[in-house]
């Protein structure tokens, strides 16, 4: 079918979810959203995304779990995933890393670094 150019944008933040998924496009990307874990979950399974960016507070689960279950399963285990939390300590960016997130931003983030990291890490994704 040819290799998707698409992020999945997982945050359930519907304003933050747009704003985000506009920097997506302005990187050269085709935006995909969900609002919860659960559907991202669902998304990312059904097509692979070339990468995830990753809300950690979502109202059905924590961005860490759909990480794991993201890296545990062999159709997305490949998916660079790009957490973008407000919780900036550094307990929550080991568990990130811990967990198989290829990177992790902070909120308010600053587009150019959203940018960059969205580029990097989905450039080298075979999907």
């Known amino acids: 079918m040819g290799i998707h150019r698409d992020v999945l944008v997982v945050e ?3 304003e933050i979810n747009e704003l985000v998924g506009a920097y997506v496009q302005i ?6 959203s969900a609002l919860d874990g659960a559907s991202a979950l669902a998304e990312a399974r059904q097509r692979q995304p070339s990468l995830i ?5 979502l109202p059905d689960t ?5 990480c794991r279950k993201l890296k545990q399963e062999k159709h997305t285990s490949g998916i660079p995933i790009v957490m973008l939390t407000a919780l900036s300590d550094e307990e929550h960016h080991r568990k ?3 967990c198989g ?7 308010p983030f600053d587009p150019d670094v959203l940018m960059a ?5 989905a450039s ?3 999907h």
């Not at 960016?53 to 507070?57: A, I, K």
């Not at 924590?62 to 759909?66: I, L």
């Not at 990291?117 to 890490?121: M, S």
Request: hydrophobic share 35%; proline share 0%.
């Open 12 to 14: 359930d933040d519907r």
């Open 27 to 32: 990187a050269g990307f085709e935006y995909r």
């Open 53 to 57: 960016v990753l809300d950690l507070m």
């Open 62 to 66: 924590d961005g860490f779990e759909v």
């Open 96 to 98: 990130g890393r811990e």
């Open 101 to 107: 997130a290829a990177d992790y931003l902070t909120k």
């Open 117 to 121: 990291a969205i580029k990097d890490n």
């Open 124 to 126: 080298g994704n075979g």
